[in-house]
T-cell receptor, first 116, second 109 residues
């Protein structure tokens, strides 16, 4: 069964460093998402991406964050200068479609980011 | 503002019990997603529904659009059902999911 994969499973970085979290969405899916979950809190939407551009983003997704689909399979989240409060589990998700209509989102296993 | 509220926050049951987790949502949300999060952190989609009822194995999800309320039921619960169950709302025209805080379910043998 097709699944969303994410690498690495755990990333430790120092404050101020840049990190790139990688995701491979399900191959025929067109919409891609990043969510994060700070320990003990609920999952929060960061950004959605379609047709090589951001289609929606939250207030959390400021200039420190960027997303890219560098090739036909990978979808990345970059945090330019990490802060302690960026420590969280980051989930990638994908769906067949989006926008008008409701579609099931399939989640990856997550990347736990620890900023020290 | 779209919001999703779940209850209870924690639930402990004995193996075999029938379990119900509730979710209320605000105006603007047009579909509910039920998800399961295991201790390792991974999230699995269980159901997506905008009306009526869906069943998969021992899991049943219902939604009442007028009351803006959804329930997830587990019949004949088993220790392997122990996980955090999350409801999340989506709004037509927006791709994002709005998550509830989750219900931590523990099923004891």
């Amino acid at each position: 069964e097709p699944e969303v994969t994410q690498t690495p499973s755990h990333q430790v970085t120092q404050m101020g460093q840049e990190v790139i979290l990688r995701c491979v969405p399900i191959s025929n899916h067109l919409y891609f998402y990043w969510y994060r979950q700070i320990l003990g809190q609920k999952v929060e939407f960061l950004v959605s991406f379609y047709n090589n551009e951001i289609s929606e983003k939250s207030e959390i997704f400021d200039d420190q964050f960027s997303v890219e689909r560098p090739d036909g399979s990978n979808f990345t989240l970059k945090i330019r200068s990490t802060k302690l409060e960026d420590s969280a589990m980051y989930f990638c998700a994908s769906s067949e479609a989006g926008g008008v209509g409701i579609y099931e989102q399939y989640f990856g296993p997550g990347t736990r980011l620890t900023v020290t | 503002k779209n919001e999703v509220e779940q209850s209870p926050q924690n639930l402990t049951a004995q193996e075999g019990e029938f379990i119900t987790i509730n979710c209320s949502y605000s105006v603007g949300i047009s579909a509910l997603h039920w998800l399961q999060q295991h201790p390792g952190g991974g999230i699995v989609s269980l159901f997506m529904l905008s009306s009526g009822k869906k069943k998969h194995g021992r899991l049943i999800a219902t939604i009442n659009i007028q009351e803006k309320h959804s329930s997830l039921h587990i019949t004949a619960s088993h220790p392997r059902d122990s996980a955090v169950y999350i409801c999340a709302g989506s709004q037509g025209g927006s791709e994002k999911l709005v998550f509830g805080k989750g219900t931590k379910l523990t099923v004891n043998p």
